[in-house]
C-alpha cells in the first residue's frame, strides 16, 4: 500500500472508535488472571482486522503506520485490552520483522497477531543479568541446525508462552559480544522445564525460570546472520524498552500505558486528600512534584513516539524513557506510602481506602527499575548512544570469551 492509499488519521479513527464501543468491555482485564479471555479478544481484534496496525500486509498486519497505532490506543484507552499480548506484540513482533527469516515471518507473526501463539524473551540468566553479552546458555551446532543447553531466568509470562527468543553462546573462542546467536525455541516441546519465581508481593508468579536440556532447533530459527546475535539481542532490547515505556510497536499495549504513562502509578493527589495531607507543606510541595513529573512524562513521551513515527528520531530514545519510568514510578509509590502512613502497609475489614495494596504496589513497582535494563544501564546508553560521551574502559569486546571465564575463575 502506498503512502498516496493510506487510510486518514481520521476515517481510521472513527472506524476504530465505532467497533470498540460495539465489542470491547470498558475497564480493565484482570492481569493475566483471565489468560482465556485475553486470547480470544486477541482473535477477535485480528479477525476485525485491528491487529498489526503497523505491521506489513503479508504478515497479516494493516500495513498502517504508527500514528495509525497511536490513534487506535487513544480510542481504546477506555476499553479492556489484552495486555498479556505485550511483549509479544510490543517486543518480539518487531524484532522478528527486523532479522527474522522469511519463513519464521510468514508462519508465525499471523498466529502473533492472531492470538494463537504468545511469546516471550529468554535474555538474562542466573549467573547475571546486567552484563546481557556474558550469557553461558550454549548453542551447539548440528547437521540440521542447533542444540540449545542451558538456563534463563527472569523470564515474564513463560507458563502461557509458546516461543521465546533465546540468546546463546555458539563461539567460546571469540570476545562474548561477537560468538552469540539469538533462537526462536518452542517452549512447550521436549527438554524443556519451565519454574515459576515466587513474587516478593504475593500472588501468582509473574517471572519464571526455564531450563533447557538439548533442545534442537533448526537452522531458519536462528535470526540473523552468523554472528550477529549481539545486534539482534540489541534490537531486540530496543524495542523493549521501547514497549516498556509505550511508544512504537508498544503504544496502546499497556507497558508504559498509552501515553508513556506507567501503569503502576498511584493518583498521590486523592490519597493526599483523604489523609488531610495536601496543605501540608512538604508533602504538597512533594505531591506538586509528582504531578509535574506525570505531565512531563506524557509530553516525553508523546514526543518521542511523533519523532520515531516521522523518522525523526532514531535510536534507543525509547531508553530515556525507561529510565524515566524507573525513576519516576518507585518515587510515586514512596510518595503514596508517605502520605496514607499505616494506613498503607496494614488494613482491616472493608475499609475501601488504598490500605495495605499501596505496601504492595510499593513492592511490586521495584522491578521497574531492574526490568528491560536497570537504570544504571540505561544511564549508560543515554550518555554513549544518545549524548555521544565515551564508553567505560574494558577490553571485553577484544578478549575471547574463554580467557574472561578463566580471569572469572582466578578472580
Known sequence: MTTQN???????RLRARAWAESHLERGKFPAKDDWPSQVDAQRRIFQSGFAGIA????????????????????????FARPTGFMVSLGMILPTLLDYGTETMKLRHIPRMLSGQEAWIQLLSE????????????????????????????????ADTADYGLC?????????KHQGLGVFAVPLKGEGVTIEPIPPVQGGPAHFFMEYFDNVRIPAAYRLGDEGAGWAVAQRLLFHERNATAGVAYGYGLDGGGSSGESSWRVNVQDIARQTGTLDD?????????????????????????????????????????????GIDTPNNAELALALAG????????????????????????RGLSIAGGSNEIQRNIVSERLLGLPREPGDDRTVPFSELMK????D
Open 6 to 12: 493510506l487510510e486518514t488519521l481520521e476515517k481510521f
Open 55 to 78: 505491521v506489513p500486509r503479508q504478515y497479516g498486519g494493516l500495513g498502517l503506520t504508527l500514528e495509525h497505532q497511536r490513534v487506535w490506543a487513544e480510542e481504546t484507552a477506555p
Open 126 to 157: 542466573p549467573s547475571g543479568g546486567s552484563d546481557l553479552a556474558g550469557v553461558l546458555t550454549r548453542a551447539t551446532r548440528d547437521d540440521d541446525g542447533f542444540v540449545i543447553n542451558g538456563s534463563k531466568m527472569w523470564s515474564s509470562n
Open 167 to 175: 540468546l546463546a553462546r555458539v563461539d567460546w573462542d571469540k570476545p
Open 281 to 325: 507543606p512538604v508533602l504538597g510541595a512533594r505531591v506538586a512534584d509528582d504531578h509535574i513529573e506525570l505531565i512531563v512524562g506524557r509530553q516525553l513521551a508523546e514526543r518521542i513516539n511523533a519523532g520515531l513515527g516521522s523518522g525523526q528520531l532514531e535510536g534507543h530514545w525509547g531508553s530515556l524513557l525507561k529510565l524515566q519510568l
Open 342 to 365: 499505616a494506613d498503607g502497609v496494614i488494613w482491616e475489614g472493608d475499609d475501601d481506602r488504598a490500605g495495605g495494596e499501596l505496601g504492595l504496589n510499593w513492592l511490586k513497582v
Open 407 to 410: 580471569r572469572r575463575k582466578l
